[in-house]
């Protein structure tokens, strides 16, 4: 499921308060959907790494009340009151006693004398097994607990979340141009970095900093992997040497066309980042002298950015004489 479709999901459950488990590779967001939802629903959100407890981190420590029976002193991070989300992240790489005083709280919404606020939902995530990271295989008895949902990253939800986010808008184009880098991971492989949405968002910060071509080199070398680190800057270096939009648009006609595909592409996203009804005539133009592959994304991504313009004569000229390609 892409993570639009788990979002929806989500709220389905978080109205009924059923628990639900997201698996996914390493890096897909998992836990932003989840922050995501909460935050829609102006929902606290209580992350709780599993990996990191003890069983009796769960239950607590017991002390002698005043009658002399034992009593339970549940931890302090559990929710007491109020509305929101019990999110265990990372649940298949705890151990498997700590799995296991999951149980109560995860079905029962108890452990031992602890009772979860009404208000609150547990949803849990972690890696798969076939991934080759550090988990544990889940217990029947946990795992029939809870709704599964299978996560997979999906590039237009992916540039949907980026464009609200601060992601480097070169970044978007790079990856519109190759969707594949998205995420390219193979557990088969020992690679210590690899491409995935969480890495790219690393990249994006790296590129804000501004760092030499050097250490840009370096550094999402180390973010991504060798070869998307190589792709990535060769089509930024593209991006970069390209005439100012402002030039394009002064002569449309006359402005050389890259031979490049990289280069065409950068300039489409380059240039379609201007779009309005004052320019539409210059866009329309261009992309007519572009192979039709490369107009349509043009006129596309104008339009994704200045919906308006397609109410414009120069584009309904420009989408009569591409009706072919349109249908």
């Known amino acids: 499921m892409k993570p639009s479709e788990i979002v929806r999901a989500l709220e389905t459950l978080l109205a009924i308060r059923q628990p639900a488990f997201l698996w996914g590779a ?27 407890l003890d069983p009796v981190d769960l239950r607590g420590l017991p002390r002698i009340g005043e009658d002399g029976a034992s009593v339970w002193c549940t931890p302090s991070f559990l929710p007491r009151q109020g509305r929101g989300i019990l999110f265990l992240d990372e649940l ?19 452990l031992g004398e602890y009772e979860l606020p009404d208000g609150w939902t547990v949803f849990a995530a972690g890696n798969r097994e076939s991934d080759r990271a550090v988990t544990h295989r889940m217990p029947s008895a946990l795992a029939n ?11 237009d939800d992916w540039l949907a979340w980026a464009a609200n986010h601060g992601i480097e808008p070169r970044l978007q184009a790079f990856l519109r141009f190759r969707p594949t880098l998205l995420h390219a991971f193979d557990p088969k492989r020992a690679e210590k970095a690899f491409p995935s949405p969480r890495s790219w968002e690393f990249v994006s910060r790296i590129l804000t900093a501004r760092p030499d071509r050097r250490t840009l080199l ?12 190589a792709e990535c800057i060769a089509f930024l270096n593209a991006f970069d040497e390209l005439p100012h939009p402002d030039a394009v648009l ?5 402005i050389a066309i890259p031979e490049d595909p990289a280069v065409v592409y950068a300039m489409c996203e380059s240039v379609a980042r201007t779009a ?8 329309a133009t261009l992309a007519a002298r572009l192979p039709v592959e ?32 349109l249908v």
């Open 276 to 283: 309005s009804s004052d320019s539409m005539p210059s866009l």
């Open 250 to 254: 002064a002569d449309p006609s006359g």
């Open 92 to 110: 298949n790489a705890a151990p498997p006693l700590v799995q296991a005083a999951c149980y109560q709280l995860i079905l029962d919404r108890r």
């Open 218 to 229: 370096v550094l999402l070398r180390g973010a991504v992997g060798e070869g998307a680190a």
């Open 26 to 52: 390493p890096g897909v967001g998992k836990s932003q959907v989840v922050a995501q939802v909460a935050a829609a629903h102006g929902l606290e959100l209580l992350d709780v790494r599993a990996v990191l």
């Open 294 to 325: 490369f107009g349509v994304l043009l006129m596309r991504n104008a339009a994704r950015q200045e919906p308006g313009i397609v109410h414009t004569d120069a584009f309904a000229g420009w989408a009569c004489a591409n009706s072919d390609v």
């Open 145 to 155: 607990r809870m709704v599964h949902l299978d996560f997979d990253p999906d590039l």
